[in-house]
T-cell receptor, first 118, second 110 residues
Framework: GAVVSQHPSWVICKSGTSVKIECRSLDFQATTMFWYRQFPKQSLMLMATSNEGSKATYEQGVEKDKFLINHASLTLSTLTVTSAHPEDSSFYIC??????????????FGPGTRLTVL | SQQGEEDPQALSIQEGENATMNCSYKTSINNLQWYRQNSGRGLVHLILIRSNEREKHSGRLRVTLDTSKKSSSLLITASRAADTASYFCATEGGNEKLTFGTGTRLTIIP
């Protein structure tokens, strides 16, 4: 149980285009989804927290107009990288937290999306 | 957010030996979690230890938590080649957000 999928698993795009990444919780309802960014050989940095039906909360230094997040349902959140540039190339990972005994605890991570902007 | 520190940054051991990784953090926590990441892949949740717990076991994994020292350790016993991966600790401080440590790259030599 607690499977999270991401689509696409990898994408290559030209500079200036927008890319949408989907994150789905397959067998549970995720009240909260998180988006992380990971550079090679580095740790995960939280970008934003997304709750179903409300606006995402962005971490300091993350441009909300650059990284659009939509949490349309309890099983789907999307991250759109708008007007992508080479410096946006990274590994983007989402996670989903459900309810366990009334309090979300462990997060379940998707397999990640490798974005390369040419 | 401030990341935790993990040490060592990299560890290579022979198959069958035990591997110990340490994690230190800076703020008060509700729980601490350990994750494994194979190269270029997502994270796999290994174990969660709450702030009122001192030790927890799961299979070949043993986690300790010392909140007075703000540190945790992950012990993998009888290591296998398949344990080769990066291991991250992550702390949760009550707002659901996870703050990840810098990670330890573990290599098991067959």
């Amino acid at each position: 149980g607690a499977v999270v999928s991401q689509h696409p698993s990898w994408v290559i795009c030209k500079s200036g285009t927008s890319v949408k990444i989907e994150c789905r919780s397959l067998d549970f309802q995720a009240t909260t989804m998180f988006w992380y960014r990971q550079f090679p050989k580095q740790s995960l940095m939280l970008m934003a927290t997304s709750n179903e039906g409300s606006k995402a909360t962005y971490e300091q230094g993350v441009e909300k107009d650059k990284f659009l997040i939509n949490h349309a349902s309890l099983t789907l959140s999307t991250l759109t990288v708008t007007s992508a540039h080479p410096e946006d190339s990274s590994f983007y990972i989402c996670s989903a937290a459900g309810l366990a005994g009334g309090r979300p605890e462990a997060q379940y991570f998707g397999p990640g999306t490798r974005l390369t902007v040419l | 957010s401030q990341q935790g520190e993990e040490d060592p940054q990299a560890l290579s051991i022979q198959e069958g030996e035990n591997a110990t990784m340490n994690c230190s953090y800076k703020t008060s926590i509700n729980n601490l979690q350990w994750y494994r990441q194979n190269s270029g892949r997502g994270l796999v949740h290994l174990i969660l230890i709450r702030s009122n717990e001192r030790e927890k076991h799961s299979g070949r994994l043993r986690v300790t938590l010392d909140t007075s020292k703000k540190s945790s350790s992950l012990l993998i016993t009888a290591s296998r080649a398949a344990d080769t991966a990066s291991y991250f600790c992550a702390t949760e401080g009550g707002n659901e957000k996870l703050t990840f440590g810098t990670g330890t790259r573990l290599t098991i030599i067959p």
